[in-house]
């Protein structure tokens, strides 16, 4: 894959030259384009991403040029973000100083740094602390780099990647990563917890003492393996993975890449599946290659939504740094694989579903719904997964009980509401059948449709806080070709006032392949069809149609209150 490895090199390398040009000399970073400046971005992933294409590109001026925007970065990460909020931001920024010179006396950044820089590095280097599980990853690389480059006398590093190892394995999601936050509802599995493992084995690779790498490498194995196992039933039609969760799309796809070409390298895949994880390597590559690059302007290609607005978390710069990182990790582990390498054909997802149990306890179930179409057709993924931030508003959505689905339903739209889902207003809260399940089961009903039966003992508001006392309630997706049912029914607890229902079916845009179409099967609550062209478009988010219920009404005790609807999947513009 030497062809291979080269050519992500050179991609890499076209993203990163417009990556240096948004530092300036006090290593702030400003955004791309006319993307919103507002949010404050840490300069440590892209000091990350420049260190990593300037240490595989090795020398020469353009070579010079990253080093420099990194070794900028890097000091205005330390200098402006070293507080204790930004462990993430710091220890990218510390493993990019690490890529440009393992010793400090020849290392040409550290040369740079005025004492002031030095000093704020070498403090954070020796902070000893507990994080929690999602943060683990970056107190990893902290270790490793303060112990490699002379910061600290003893090295600590190989407990902590057993325990945090260890800890993985012996949680009920068994080897995934939740990368929930210690004070909200547990059970966030997505790409951001393979981000994390392909971080620990990066800076494993980096660590100088060889016998811990190797101990290390081998046990990291037993993580990676399970997200592995399911990429290929995460496959879409476009050739994406990750269509739900945080990162999803672009950033999705290039780390299922990284995964991949991280288990040929290592020698991890069974020979027998060793072609199949190949052509699937080769089916995300021609994803990123003609859906999320511009090879004539050397820029990512972003959905229009998701230009300018901050809700997932990762800004416009944000992600191509984080493009550029994995394509350097490409092409490093490019080298060291053997196969030939195709960029893949179109993909045909087989027609079909399945439930990918994540995490199963006395409380929560947690998993991901995956139905394929066939026939050309689309496949969805339905998470039931706790949100990704409070803080990130909108970006909740991400992770909602309706079908992800590329292009269609993608999770780089920003949404108001969570679409095709019943949304209750019950006493100021507002109910979602979303985020976790039980009782979790699916099957065939009629016409071989495929069913996806969930419930929830207690109702959970949108923002992910559970309402004990609220009230239950029972949900069943149906898939059929390109028609999906859903009916939910909601049994309260207690005498309570709904102030409102909502429905909504997302618009299509001008240039779109799918419309949606919905028709109200049973509807207890008795809501309206609004008109499409006129409902409120807010800010940045997509326009949605929506069916709603604004008069106040009262729901009795242990009543069962029906909604259910048929969507159609149409080529045409129309929407409803």
Same mark, same amino acid.
């Given at each position: 894959?030497?062809?291979?490895?080269?050519?992500?090199?050179?991609?890499?390398?076209?993203?990163?030259?417009?990556?240096?040009?948004?530092?300036?000399?006090?290593?702030?970073?400003?955004?791309?384009?006319?993307?919103?400046?507002?949010?404050?971005?840490?300069?440590?992933?892209?000091?990350?991403?420049?260190?990593?294409?300037?240490?595989?590109?090795?020398?020469?001026?353009?070579?010079?040029?990253?080093?420099?925007?990194?070794?900028?970065?890097?000091?205005?990460?330390?200098?402006?973000?070293?507080?204790?909020?930004?462990?993430?931001?710091?220890?990218?920024?510390?493993?990019?100083?690490?890529?440009?010179?393992?010793?400090?006396?020849?290392?040409?950044?550290?040369?740079?740094?005025?004492?002031?820089?030095?000093?704020?590095? !070498?403090?954070?280097?020796? !902070?000893?602390?507990?994080?929690?599980?999602?943060?683990?990853?970056?107190?990893?690389?902290?270790?490793?780099?303060?112990?490699?480059?002379?910061?600290?006398?003893?090295?600590?590093?190989?407990?902590?990647?057993?325990?945090?190892?260890? /800890?993985?394995?012996?949680?009920?999601?068994?080897?995934?990563?939740?990368?929930?936050?210690?004070?909200?509802?547990?059970?966030?599995?997505?790409?951001?917890?393979?981000?994390?493992?392909?971080?620990?084995?990066?800076?494993?690779?980096?660590?100088?003492?060889?016998?811990?790498?190797?101990?290390?490498?081998?046990?990291?194995?037993?993580?990676?393996?399970?997200?592995?196992?399911?990429?290929?039933?995460?496959?879409?039609?476009?050739?994406?993975?990750?269509?739900?969760?945080?990162?999803?799309?672009?950033?999705? !796809?290039?780390?299922?890449?990284?995964?991949?070409?991280?288990?040929?390298?290592?020698?991890?895949?069974?020979?027998?599946?060793?072609?199949?994880?190949?052509?699937?390597?080769?089916?995300?590559?021609?994803?990123?290659?003609?859906?999320?690059?511009?090879?004539?302007?050397?820029?990512?290609?972003?959905?229009?939504?998701?230009?300018?607005?901050?809700?997932?978390?990762?800004?416009?710069?944000?992600?191509?740094? /984080?493009?550029?990182?994995?394509?350097?990790?490409?092409?490093?582990?490019?080298?060291?694989?053997?196969? !030939?390498?195709?960029?893949?054909?179109?993909?045909?997802?087989?027609?079909?579903?399945?439930?990918?149990?994540?995490?199963?306890?006395?409380?929560?179930?947690?998993?991901?719904?995956?139905?394929?179409?066939?026939?050309?057709?689309?496949?969805?993924?339905?998470?039931?997964?706790?949100?990704?931030?409070?803080?990130?508003?909108?970006?909740?959505?991400?992770?909602?009980?309706?079908?992800?689905?590329?292009?269609?339903?993608?999770?780089?739209?920003?949404?108001?509401?969570?679409?095709?889902?019943?949304?209750?207003?019950?006493?100021?809260?507002?109910?979602?059948?979303?985020?976790?399940?039980?009782?979790?089961?699916?099957?065939?009903?009629?016409?071989?449709?495929?069913?996806?039966?969930?419930?929830?003992?207690?109702?959970?508001?949108?923002?992910? /806080?559970?309402?004990?006392?609220?009230?239950?309630?029972?949900?069943?997706?149906?898939?059929?070709?390109?028609?999906?049912?859903?009916?939910?029914?909601?049994?309260?607890?207690?005498?309570?006032?709904? /102030?409102?229902?909502?429905?909504?079916?997302?618009?299509?845009?001008?240039?779109?392949?799918?419309?949606?179409?919905?028709?109200?099967?049973?509807?207890?609550?008795?809501?309206?069809?609004?008109?499409?062209?006129?409902?409120?478009?807010?800010?940045?988010?997509?326009?949605?149609?929506?069916?709603?219920?604004?008069?106040?009404?009262?729901?009795?005790?242990?009543?069962?209150?029906?909604?259910?609807?048929?969507?159609?999947?149409?080529?045409?513009?129309?929407?409803?």
């Amino acid at each position: 894959m030497r062809n291979f490895a080269e050519q992500s090199l050179d991609i890499a390398q076209h993203i990163a030259g417009h990556l240096v040009t948004q530092i300036g000399e006090d290593g702030r970073v400003s955004e791309l384009g006319d993307a919103d400046p507002s949010v404050g971005l840490q300069p440590g992933p892209i000091a990350h991403a420049l260190a990593s294409c300037a240490a595989a590109m090795g020398s020469g001026e353009a070579c010079a040029q990253l080093a420099d925007g990194a070794a900028r970065s890097i000091a205005g990460q330390f200098y402006h973000h070293s507080r204790g909020d930004c462990m993430v931001g710091c220890a990218r920024g510390a493993i990019a100083l690490m890529a440009l010179g393992l010793n400090r006396s020849r290392n040409g950044a550290w040369a740079k740094f005025p004492d002031s820089i030095r000093d704020r590095i !070498t403090r954070w280097m020796r !902070t000893k602390e507990d994080v929690p599980l999602q943060l683990r990853p970056y107190a990893i690389v902290r270790s490793i780099v303060a112990s490699g480059m002379g910061f600290v006398s003893t090295d600590d590093s190989e407990k902590l990647v057993e325990d945090y190892l260890k /800890e993985l394995l012996a949680s009920p999601a068994a080897g995934f990563v939740d990368c929930s936050a210690m004070d909200q509802l547990q059970g966030r599995y997505d790409a951001s917890g393979l981000m994390g493992l392909l971080l620990v084995r990066e800076a494993l690779q980096r660590h100088a003492n060889s016998h811990i790498r190797e101990r290390r490498l081998h046990d990291l194995r037993s993580c990676m393996a399970r997200y592995l196992r399911i990429l290929p039933y995460l496959l879409q039609r476009d050739g994406s993975s990750w269509a739900y969760g945080e990162p999803s799309g672009c950033l999705g !796809t290039v780390c299922s890449c990284s995964a991949i070409l991280c288990a040929l390298a290592d020698g991890w895949i069974d020979p027998v599946q060793r072609e199949s994880q190949i052509a699937l390597l080769g089916r995300h590559f021609r994803n990123f290659f003609f859906n999320h690059f511009d090879s004539e302007t050397g820029n990512i290609i972003l959905p229009a939504a998701a230009v300018g607005h901050h809700s997932s978390g990762f800004s416009q710069v944000g992600i191509a740094a /984080e493009v550029v990182h994995q394509l350097a990790l490409w092409h490093q582990f490019g080298k060291n694989v053997r196969d !030939t390498f195709s960029a893949g054909t179109e993909v045909n997802v087989a027609e079909g579903g399945r439930f990918v149990s994540f995490e199963s306890g006395s409380k929560y179930d947690r998993g991901l719904m995956i139905y394929g179409c066939g026939n050309g057709g689309p496949s969805f993924q339905l998470p039931l997964l706790s949100p990704p931030r409070e803080e990130c508003g909108v970006a909740r959505n991400k992770s909602a009980a309706f079908p992800h689905c590329a292009g269609i339903l993608d999770a780089s739209i920003e949404w108001d509401v969570p679409p095709l889902l019943p949304l209750l207003t019950v006493g100021g809260k507002t109910i979602a059948p979303s985020f976790y399940g039980k009782n979790i089961a699916t099957g065939l009903g009629a016409s071989r449709s495929f069913q996806f039966r969930y419930e929830q003992p207690e109702v959970i508001s949108i923002d992910g /806080e559970l309402l004990p006392g609220f009230g239950s309630c029972k949900v069943q997706w149906s898939f059929n070709g390109n028609e999906m049912r859903l009916e939910y029914v909601f049994v309260p607890k207690k005498v309570a006032r709904m /102030e409102r229902f909502c429905y909504a079916v997302p618009i299509p845009a001008a240039d779109g392949e799918m419309s949606l179409r919905a028709k109200i099967l049973h509807d207890d609550f008795h809501g309206e069809w609004e008109d499409g062209d006129d409902s409120p478009i807010r800010g940045p988010f997509a326009p949605m149609s929506h069916y709603t219920r604004t008069t106040p009404i009262l729901l009795q005790v242990d009543n069962s209150y029906r909604f259910s609807v048929a969507v159609d999947m149409i080529p045409s513009d129309e929407g409803k």
